[in-house]
């Protein structure tokens, strides 16, 4: 397959007859999530339509679905980059997933079905394959899915979006700096099964202490690569990409 090749070696396939707008938010959402796109970096919109043979207002729709998401920071007139966090908007945003997560949890709990949960458990042999087959993107993916169906089922759809919001953005900046191999994380990603466990308890403090440990234990790891300078690069980093 043809790939159109945008600049510094970053490239995605042809687009597809269908969605222009939703074929540009998906390769661009995917280049976010897998690394190849890194925090800081500038995406241009001209040259990025040229290189794709979209329309400018095609990818200024899709650059706008991404910044709701929290993915990028738009400057009207001016410039578009992936979102970069600091230390202490990692931290912060890690404290709201605590207290957010917890609440969503508790939620659900209360009104899951058996089939509910036993679609929580199929995300959750999906965070398993992902581990075993160690392919990261599949992880990530997996990952986040288990958690929306966890919001989606606390029915309450401001939270959702709220921790839409809080989260993406933290996945997608500690993806980028985590190691490309599962295999050392495969002890400490597995605290989602306990999640499950509380949840089938439905003891809303078991639920609580069961997303507390998981989130502190999980970004614990990562707290030297999010304490860095905003502008340090991780040793193996590669030249940024520029759309």
């Not at 222009?20 to 890194?38: K, P």
């Not at 949890?105 to 009104?111: E, K, M, N, P, Y």
Request: with cysteine.
């Amino acid at each position: 397959m043809a790939l159109s090749v945008i600049e510094n070696g970053l490239a995605f396939p042809p687009l597809r007859s269908g969605s222009l707008r939703s074929q540009v938010l998906v390769l661009l959402r995917e280049a976010i999530l897998s690394g190849r796109l890194r925090p800081g970096d500038p995406i241009r919109e001209a040259h990025l339509a040229r290189a794709l043979r979209v329309s400018q207002a095609t990818v200024r729709e899709a650059l706008l679905q991404l910044e709701h998401a929290g993915l990028v920071v738009r400057t009207p007139n001016r410039s578009t980059v992936v979102t970069l966090l600091t230390p202490q908007d990692v931290q912060e945003r890690v404290q709201l997933r605590v207290l957010l997560e917890g609440t969503a949890g508790t939620l659900a709990a209360r009104r899951m079905s058996e089939q509910d949960f036993a679609a929580l458990e199929t995300r959750l042999a999906a965070i398993h394959k992902a581990l075993e087959t160690d392919v990261y993107l599949d992880y990530v993916s997996a990952d986040l899915d288990f958690h929306r169906l966890i919001w989606e089922l606390a029915g309450n759809k401001t939270l959702c979006r709220v921790l839409e919001l809080v989260t993406v953005p933290l996945f997608a900046y500690l993806t980028i700096r985590r190691s490309r191999s599962l295999k050392n994380l495969a002890g400490k990603v597995r605290s989602h099964d306990p999640i499950l466990q509380a949840m089938r308890s439905r003891d809303p403090e078991a639920i609580r202490e069961a997303f507390r440990r998981h989130l502190e234990e999980s970004y614990q790891q990562f707290d030297e690569a999010a304490g860095a300078s905003a502008h340090a690069a991780p040793p193996d980093h590669e030249p940024q990409a520029t759309l």
